[in-house]
């Protein structure tokens, strides 16, 4: 079975930065779109950003368009999340996704999941 290993969360100020980490091991990682969720308690997990198997097509939801980058480097097998200029509402449980079906989309029901990491930003 894959499995995605998330690292980077902590306690961070308004307005400032973190950068998340996903090392993905057991699955084809070039082969795989790859994606960042958030979740926080009582919430639908929501979709943060994709990124493609190529690294060519990503995609953000418009909370976070413009203060996040996805990227990753298949050589190491591990995609990144680059937070800048974080608010406290993306406190959240940060989970790296990745597709089982898709090279370029991932979604909440073809994904296999990490355990989270945990992204507080105080006011």
């Known amino acids: 079975q894959v499995q995605l290993v998330e690292s980077g969360g902590g306690l961070v100020q308004a307005g400032g930065s973190l950068r998340l980490s996903c090392a993905a091991s057991?699955?084809?990682?070039?082969?795989?779109?790859m994606g960042w969720f958030r979740q926080t308690p009582g919430k639908e997990r929501e979709f943060v950003a994709r990124?493609?198997?190529?690294?060519?097509?990503?995609n953000y939801a418009d909370s976070v368009r413009g203060r996040f980058t996805i990227s990753r480097d298949n050589a190491k097998n591990t995609v990144y999340l680059q937070m800048n200029s974080l608010k406290p509402e993306d406190t959240a449980v940060y989970y790296c996704a990745a597709s089982r079906t898709s090279k370029v989309f991932v979604a909440t029901s073809d994904a296999s999941w990490g355990q989270g990491t945990q992204v507080t930003v105080s006011s």
């Open positions: 057991g699955l084809t990682f070039s082969n795989s779109a």
């Open positions: 990124i493609s198997w190529s690294g060519g097509s990503t």
